[in-house]
């Protein structure tokens, strides 16, 4: 399964582990995406039938939407985030001698770090759109929302706002704080990988490299 050591130190995998691990990927794809897919397909049936077909397909497409920007979004921060921390980094980093663990991460993330950036930003982005597009119903009743003839006797506002507007504004919040979260830690660990954070002492304290 594992061959010999590479020219950096690091274990190969052979053509039979390699295949192992793309079967094993496109089955948990394929058990992830498989029922939803079912799911989708009885809807699309269901609403046919019943000659509503355009409101699935109005789900659907802000479903999409939602996806792409919501993933578009929080993986932009994300990349723009380790690729800052990589652009920033010392040019001199000290190490703790031959057997240094992060010598390996520095060499390899360093070869590609555009697409080292690229890739927890999908990975983040991804997870992201997924679970944002389960919040399509909020965006569609922002977008068709309708006034309630009510005002708010303590803001001066319509009802409505409480009902169509402050649900989505929320959720936007929530995202782009969520998105700054993960950003700062991401920031943090390629700072620390490129020699940008050192842990000095046994207490654990962060200094400048």
């Avoid at 040019?91 to 690229?118: C, H, I, M, N, Q």
């Amino acid at each position: 399964m594992v061959t010999a050591r590479g020219p950096v130190g690091r274990p190969t995998l052979s053509r039979r582990a390699k295949i192992l691990i793309g079967i094993a990927v496109a089955l948990l794809v394929l058990l992830l995406i498989g029922p939803r897919v079912i799911s989708l397909s009885t809807d699309w049936l269901w609403f046919s039938d019943v000659g509503y077909s355009s409101v699935m397909s109005t789900m659907l497409v802000t479903r999409l939407i939602v996806f792409l920007v919501a993933g578009v979004m929080v993986g932009a921060i994300v990349f723009a985030s380790v690729y800052v921390a990589y652009r920033t980094r010392p040019d001199f980093v000290a190490s703790s001698g031959p057997g240094d663990p992060l010598a390996r991460y520095r060499e390899t993330l360093g070869k590609k770090p555009w697409l080292s950036a690229l890739i927890p930003g999908v990975i983040f982005g991804g997870i992201a759109g997924l679970i944002s597009q389960a919040s399509w119903a909020t965006v569609q009743t922002f977008l068709h929302k309708e006034s309630f003839g009510v005002t708010d006797p303590e803001f001066g506002m319509d009802i409505s706002f409480y009902a169509f507007g402050l649900p989505f504004y929320r959720m936007v919040l929530n995202w782009l704080f969520v998105a700054v979260v993960i950003a700062f830690f991401a920031n943090l660990v390629t700072h620390y990988v490129f020699g940008g954070l050192r842990l000095a002492g046994r207490e654990g304290t962060l200094t400048r490299a």
